[in-house]
């Protein structure tokens, strides 16, 4: 199968034509050949190709990559200011989610993965809330899930104040500045958060506070600039502020004053107003539930994969995912394959498969389930893998496995998650991950920092608010992510009081030969995953710089239930970037995969932020991707 590096004819007729050698120049070869009728090579990997969707940001000092240009701004001054890592990336963090309060406001989840060179570890701070104590699966069961029962403990303002009190050097007011300058000037709206709105009106329309804030001069008459302002959530960061002022006039250290801010949040008038709202609207979150919240620091789950040690978050994110995709992928010599050819993307299509119907069974929470032994382990992948058929697509989400057994197929796997029977594994409330037509339903954001000191800090940061409510008077949500548990008793992953939800995000470390080698993580659902694979083999088996990485045409499936579901709704769907040539697409429909287009480009396919360190030169790089609006500076 020929390599797929080529755009399809619609490019061509684009860029006006066929490049032609001129008399006495050798045509081209190789990659190049394949987009010579282009006349551009953008897209294309080769180590000798000097054209790029966008520059590369180089640093020694500090270099950062996050989903809005503001936030970016934000945290490079502080590495400017001499920050490290720790501070830029918090102070980042906030400021992004005054930005994204469409797709990652105040307040929601925040997985958080971090090396620390002082500590010389790799932790992880636990970024998705818990469950409040009145979400039974029986509640569950008779109510449904929906925007008001669906609301999950905030994680994120834990996270951050946890990351600044440990590792960082600022105050919380001092981090806070730039986030609270947003909220009270305003920032401009852009082209995405314009079209999520038009989106998702209908949903923004159910709860008035909502609309007065997404529809400040009416509804559908917003305009790309348009003033976004958030008076009230200013008020909320002023309330930690004055709460960390009094701690630190009292006596306490700059410890004290952040534990003082984070308890204003969680045990303050904040959460009495959650409270508040939540019963006026018949809701189930609680006080008690705010107040009790304490999230921890830990290990992550690791793995090897070609001498590179890969950090993912545990049972409680979608990184489980990735540890098994790796296990499997490294018993297979990819480059022999070819750059995304049909046996290519098949073969990874088919470990992703297998990944996913592992993690559908035995992940979640592992305060509640953890997991069996041997899931992880590189002998339980070696004994998945022959259920690759190199001639046939996987027709249906793949049976999971028996890791206790070390067997390929468990006996209580069923045969089939597509089609409702009656029986409760394969029927339940469709999950918060992706319509069947592969539109999110709830997306996300990244920031990626790392310092000439060697922290490395990587955060996906989630759960916007147009269709979940906002509390009135201070300008922030509590998401809607325990629409990804689940509702069958003999899954991981079910519904229970006091947990946390598998939610799918999840940002990744790497090191290499004990150093940091990159940090990457990324919106996109479900796909998250998949999206960073893809990112993560372009570097590390194809020698892909970041921001070449990032640029390369992708693919997707969605062979498998969505997270929160129990239904698979596209067996063998298989989405493919149309820069993946049609013969490549037909190759893989002749294989059983059900394939569709995603278009040349599309923001379905994610937006990862990578930093990233190159071994031999300590120079560092970071890069966002084309598809949405992110942006990148380094120093």
């Known amino acids: 199968m020929k390599h797929l590096m080529a755009t399809v004819a619609v490019a061509a007729v684009a860029a006006g034509g066929c490049s032609v050698p001129e008399e006495g120049e050798s045509p081209p070869e190789g990659l190049f050949a394949t987009i010579a009728p282009f006349l551009s090579y953008g897209h294309v990997h080769s180590g000798d190709n000097i054209e ?53 406001g105040w307040t929601g989840v925040a997985p958080l993965i971090v090396y620390s060179a002082a500590e010389d570890r790799v932790l992880t701070r636990v970024g998705a809330g818990t469950s409040p104590a009145l979400a039974t699966l029986d509640y569950f069961l008779e109510h449904g899930k929906s925007p008001i029962n669906n609301a999950l403990i905030p994680a994120d303002v834990d996270v951050w104040l946890a990351a600044l009190d440990r590792f960082g050097t600022l105050s919380f007011s001092e981090a806070a500045a730039p986030a609270l300058r947003i909220a009270e000037e305003g920032y401009h709206l852009y082209k995405m958060q314009k079209q999520m709105i038009a989106d998702h009106r209908e949903g923004i329309l159910a709860f008035p506070y909502n609309r007065d804030f997404w529809f400040p001069n009416g509804v559908g008459e917003e305009r790309l600039g348009d003033l976004m302002v958030n008076a009230d959530l200013g008020r909320l960061i002023r309330y930690l502020m004055e709460a960390e002022q009094q701690a630190l006039a009292d006596g306490g250290s700059r410890s004290d004053g952040i534990r003082a801010a984070r308890d204003a949040f969680y045990t303050g008038e904040p959460a009495r107003a959650v409270d508040r709202f939540f019963r006026e609207h018949g809701g189930i979150v609680r006080y008690e539930d705010l107040a009790g919240y304490e999230s921890r620091w830990e290990e992550p789950l690791r793995t090897s994969f070609h001498g590179y040690d890969v950090h993912a978050g545990a049972g409680w994110s979608q990184g489980p995912r990735l540890i098994l995709m790796l296990n499997m992928l490294e018993n297979y010599d990819l480059r022999l394959l070819g750059y995304n050819t049909a046996e290519y993307i098949h073969l990874v299509s088919q470990g992703i498969n297998l990944a996913m119907a592992d993690a559908h069974r035995y992940v979640g929470d592992p305060d509640f389930a953890p997991a069996p032994e041997g899931l992880y382990e590189k002998a339980y992948a070696r004994a998945r893998i022959p259920l690759i058929d190199e001639g046939r697509a996987f027709p249906d989400m793949p049976p999971w496995g028996d890791p206790e057994r070390m067997a390929a197929v468990a006996d209580d796997a069923p045969d089939s998650f597509v089609a409702p029977t009656g029986d409760p594994m394969t029927t339940g409330a469709t999950g918060s991950g992706a319509r069947g037509d592969g539109v999110p339903m709830a997306d996300t954001s990244s920031l990626n920092v790392m310092d000439g000191e060697g922290n490395l800090f990587s955060l996906t940061e989630s759960d916007g608010h147009t269709g979940t409510p906002m509390i009135p008077g201070w300008g922030f949500g509590l998401g809607n992510r325990m629409g990804q548990f689940n509702l069958d008793p003999r899954l991981a992953n079910v519904m229970a009081p006091g947990k946390r939800p598998r939610n799918t995000n999840s940002p990744l470390l790497v090191m290499k030969d004990g150093e940091p080698f990159m940090g990457l993580s990324t919106p996109g659902g479900d796909q998250q995953m998949q999206i960073l694979l893809q990112v993560l083999l372009n570097v590390v088996v194809w020698g892909m710089s970041p921001e070449q990485a990032l640029d390369q045409p992708r693919f997707g499936s969605y062979n498998f239930p969505p997270t929160g579901s129990e239904v698979n709704s596209n067996p063998a769907v298989l989405y493919l970037e149309d820069r993946i040539p049609a013969a490549t697409a037909d190759a893989l429909r002749a294989l059983g995969h059900d394939v569709r287009s995603w278009g040349l480009w599309n923001w379905l396919t994610g937006a990862p932020t990578v930093t990233w360190r190159d071994p031999e030169t300590g120079v560092m790089t970071a890069a966002g991707d084309v598809r949405r609006e992110t942006a990148s500076l380094g120093f």
């Open 52 to 104: 790029a969707m966008r520059p590369r940001v180089m640093g020694t000092h500090g270099v950062i990559a996050s989903g809005h240009y503001l936030a970016t701004q934000a945290g490079y001054e502080v590495l400017r200011a001499g920050g490290n890592a720790f501070d830029a990336g918090v102070t980042a963090g906030m400021a992004l989610k005054v930005l994204k309060m469409d797709y990652a």
